[in-house]
């Protein structure tokens, strides 16, 4: 069964630094791309950008390039987003996804529980 | 940045057809997938490619495509069906992701 476990909530302050993880289990971690999105409260889905385990490939949506950092260690199946410095506006859901493409198209088969990440002034 | 189109709402009764669009340029060429999202739950994808529907999704739940324009039909609309649905698809050289705005379906 696949499964996506994403790390627990997390309450932070406006200047602080942040990683959440997401681990992949039930398939071939390194054969299938995970996204992240974004979901601010009350609003909808923004995909954040999307990482290949098998080879660090990474791309990112022009909203949040140089925002945050996706990485992935396929050793312990684990792919990651970080923040070097939060803001009140990153105050979000973040749910992990895993990303298949499925020719000329590319669609989001599993999810993760999400992470919610509170940002305090 | 790339954009897809539905429309905020739909409202319909039980028993009734529930239809909801999603417009953007690339769509003649990538597909689209639909997602359902109840509130404080995970997106659960209904639709795959245009029109394919995942094991364990029932079968009133359908998508057609036409041009730049796809559509996700919720047919004899039960209750349990009132939800936030998001059109994703990719832009035409699919390299970025994208997902429309959502649309909250009401059973009334």
């Known amino acids: 069964e696949v499964q996506l476990e994403q790390s627990g909530a997390e309450v932070k302050k406006s200047g602080e630094s942040l990683k959440i993880s997401c681990q992949g289990s039930g398939y071939s971690f390194t054969s299938y791309w995970i996204a992240w999105v974004r979901q601010m409260p009350g609003k909808g889905l923004e995909w954040m950008g999307n990482i290949y385990p098998g080879d660090s490939d990474t791309r990112y949506s022009p909203s949040f390039q140089g925002q945050v950092t996706i990485s992935a260690d396929e050793s312990i199946f684990t792919a990651y987003l970080q923040w070097s410095s939060l803001k009140a506006s990153d105050t979000a859901m973040y749910f992990c996804?895993?990303?298949?493409?499925?020719?000329?198209?590319?669609?989001?088969?599993?999810w993760g529980q999400g992470t919610l990440v509170t940002v305090s002034a | 940045s790339y954009e897809l189109t539905q429309p905020p709402s739909v409202s319909v009764s039980p028993g009734q057809t529930a239809r909801i669009t999603c417009s953007a340029d690339a769509l003649p060429k990538q597909y689209a997938y639909w997602y359902q999202q109840k509130p404080g739950q995970a997106p659960v994808v209904v639709i795959y490619k245009d029109s394919e529907r995942p094991s364990g999704i029932p079968g009133r739940f359908s998508g057609s495509s036409s041009g730049t324009k796809v559509t996700l039909t919720i047919s004899g609309v039960q209750a349990e069906d009132e939800a936030d649905y998001y059109c994703q698809s990719a832009d035409s050289s699919g390299t970025y992701v994208a997902f429309g705005g959502g649309t909250k379906l009401t059973v009334l």
């Open positions: 996804a895993r990303l298949r493409y499925d020719s000329s198209g590319w669609g989001l088969d599993y």
